[in-house]
T-cell receptor, first 117, second 114 residues
Framework: GAVVSQHPSWVICKSGTSVKIECRSLDFQATTMFWYRQFPKQSLMLMATSNEGSKATYEQGVEKDKFLINHASLTLSTLTVTSAHPEDSSFYIC?????????????FGPGTRLTVL | AQSVTQLGSHVSVSEGALVLLRCNYSSSVPPYLFWYVQYPNQGLQLLLKYTTGATLVKGINGFEAEFKKSETSFHLTKPSAHMSDAAEYFCAVSEANTGNQFYFGTGTSLTVIP
């Protein structure tokens, strides 16, 4: 149980275009989802926390107008990188919390590799 | 603020040798502690977690970790390294009063030498 999927697994786009990444909880309802980005050989950096039906909470330094997060249902959150530039190239990982979890365990998706040319 | 320290960004062990990956945290309240493994271009896979109860926690693939409150540590061990253990390992800490937020260590890259 507790499977989280991401789509696409990798994407290459031209500079200036927008890219949407989906994060789905396949077998549970996720009250909260998180978006991270990871640069090569580095740890995960939390970008934002997303609760179903409300606006995402962004971490300091993360541009909310550039990284649009929508959490329209209990099983789906999307991250849209708007007007992508080469410096946005990174590995993006989402995670979700099981609604009934008492221990804050996050279930992670497989990640999406974004390359902006 | 919560912080997680993983001593040693790179650890190399011989196949069959003991694996020891260190994790120390700072927390003013009892934490929830996690170890994750990440293979190249993949997401994070949970190895084990400590929430409450027994301080020695056994996880998948022969890994275990011990929560030592007095040392604020949660070191990961495996008695005998296997080639397939080569990966990136992350320690993470969460507290009940932080809105489920995780604090990750900087990671330790494990190399297993044949």
């Amino acid at each position: 149980g507790a499977v989280v999927s991401q789509h696409p697994s990798w994407v290459i786009c031209k500079s200036g275009t927008s890219v949407k990444i989906e994060c789905r909880s396949l077998d549970f309802q996720a009250t909260t989802m998180f978006w991270y980005r990871q640069f090569p050989k580095q740890s995960l950096m939390l970008m934002a926390t997303s609760n179903e039906g409300s606006k995402a909470t962004y971490e300091q330094g993360v541009e909310k107008d550039k990284f649009l997060i929508n959490h329209a249902s209990l099983t789906l959150s999307t991250l849209t990188v708007t007007s992508a530039h080469p410096e946005d190239s990174s590995f993006y990982i989402c995670s979700a919390i099981f609604g009934g979890s008492s221990y804050n365990e996050q279930f992670f998706g497989p990640g999406t590799r974004l390359t902006v040319l | 603020a919560q912080s997680v320290t993983q001593l040693g960004s790179h650890v190399s062990v011989s196949e069959g040798a003991l694996v020891l990956l260190r994790c120390n945290y700072s927390s003013s309240v009892p934490p929830y502690l996690f170890w994750y493994v990440q293979y190249p271009n993949q997401g994070l896979q949970l190895l084990l977690k400590y929430t409450t109860g027994a301080t020695l926690v056994k996880g998948i693939n022969g890994f275990e970790a011990e929560f030592k409150k007095s040392e604020t540590s949660f070191h990961l061990t495996k008695p005998s390294a296997h080639m397939s253990d080569a990966a990136e390992y992350f320690c993470a800490v969460s507290e009940a009063n932080t809105g489920n937020q995780f604090y990750f260590g900087t990671g330790t890259s494990l190399t297993v030498i044949p």
